[in-house]
């Protein structure tokens, strides 16, 4: 709890304001609404920081009306309920000179501290679709006129106890219906004394991982697809049988002497009577790219028509 030892008196009277805002949040929109009236209360004796009686530094209504009817001195201008309404407090400022204070100074000050308080709050705040809130912010002015947040109240009391809440409370709960209900449906639905003081835009985002479950069935061997490639030849090396499979021509036999022949450096191949030299030289880069099948296709295209002996 706040305390001040410079606060603002009236009457030598220690005094904090009750006002009630509301937060609704509808189709993922937080939206804050700033109650335009308010009331006052006050302590039953005069301030003294000698003495800390709760009489004196408290001002809620649960606790100052069991002092209601002591003997107030140099409080006699004070109602005997302990609250002003808004009006009345205004009247006062006038006869200070400083009725301009309300609408200029504590009022938007007041939105201020709870602007900053909602924002703050808003990681831990648990949202709900369709949700609405009612609190009781109490507020103290000091005596250079700085407003300053004492607490806020959950479910704040709305009962008709005094002269002052007998008026102010169910207008309250009438313009909370309008606001939640009435102006929800219909946007141009007036909304009383609520005042719409901030707007935000949250989106719902679902609990991932809060209940999840997965169903389904096991997926089978014989479920699965063979694939229509044929297995790639990891062997080192240009072989014949391996380039063959890649071509469905035949290459035909050959005696021996010239498939050695063939991956040497440089082949003689004798061909009867007129004898012919064909020279071929094959290098080993070319020969372990381009294979077995290019070597020996080549020998064979150069190769006289003659028939080997």
């Given at each position: 709890c706040l305390f001040s030892e410079r606060p603002l008196l009236i009457h030598c009277t220690k005094f904090d304001i009750r006002q009630y805002f509301l937060?609704?949040?509808?189709?993922?929109?937080?939206?804050?609404?700033?109650?335009?009236?308010?009331?006052?209360?006050?302590?039953?004796?005069?301030?003294?920081?000698?003495?800390?009686?709760?009489?004196?530094?408290?001002?809620?209504?649960?606790?100052?009306?069991?002092?209601?009817?002591?003997?107030r001195e140099g409080a006699d201008a004070l109602p005997a309920s302990n609250m002003w309404s808004l009006k009345r407090f205004q009247e006062h400022l006038q006869s200070l000179d400083k009725g301009f204070y309300w609408e200029r100074k504590i009022y938007p000050d007041m939105k201020k501290n709870i602007l900053a308080i909602v924002c703050a709050s808003l990681d831990g705040m648990k949202m709900e679709r369709n949700m609405f809130e009612l609190y009781g912010a109490d507020f103290m002015v000091t005596e250079n006129f700085r407003t300053m947040l004492i607490e806020i109240n959950t479910s704040p009391d709305l009962s008709s106890s005094t002269d002052v809440t007998s008026v102010i409370c169910p207008a309250v709960q009438e313009d909370l219906v309008k606001v939640v209900i009435d102006n929800t449906k219909d946007k141009r639905a007036g909304t009383g004394q609520f005042e719409l003081i901030h707007s935000l835009e949250i989106p719902r985002v679902a609990p991932y991982g809060y209940g999840l479950t997965v169903d389904g069935h096991s997926m089978q061997s014989k479920h699965r697809s063979k694939s229509p490639l044929s297995p790639i030849n990891t062997s080192t090396g240009p072989t014949v049988s391996s380039t063959a499979t890649s071509t469905p021509k035949r290459v035909p036999a050959m005696p021996v002497a010239t498939a050695t022949a063939a991956v040497g450096a440089t082949t003689a191949i004798p061909t009867g009577a007129n004898t012919k030299y064909s020279r071929y030289t094959a290098s080993s880069s070319e020969s372990s790219s381009r294979g077995s099948k290019s070597s020996l296709m080549s020998v064979i295209l150069d190769r006289p028509r003659t028939t080997l002996k």
């Open positions: 937060i609704t949040y509808t189709n993922n929109v937080l939206k804050v609404w700033m109650y335009k009236n308010c009331y006052l209360r006050f302590s039953s004796r005069m301030f003294n920081l000698d003495d800390f009686s709760e009489s004196i530094h408290l001002t809620n209504y649960s606790i100052q009306k069991n002092y209601a009817k002591e003997v």
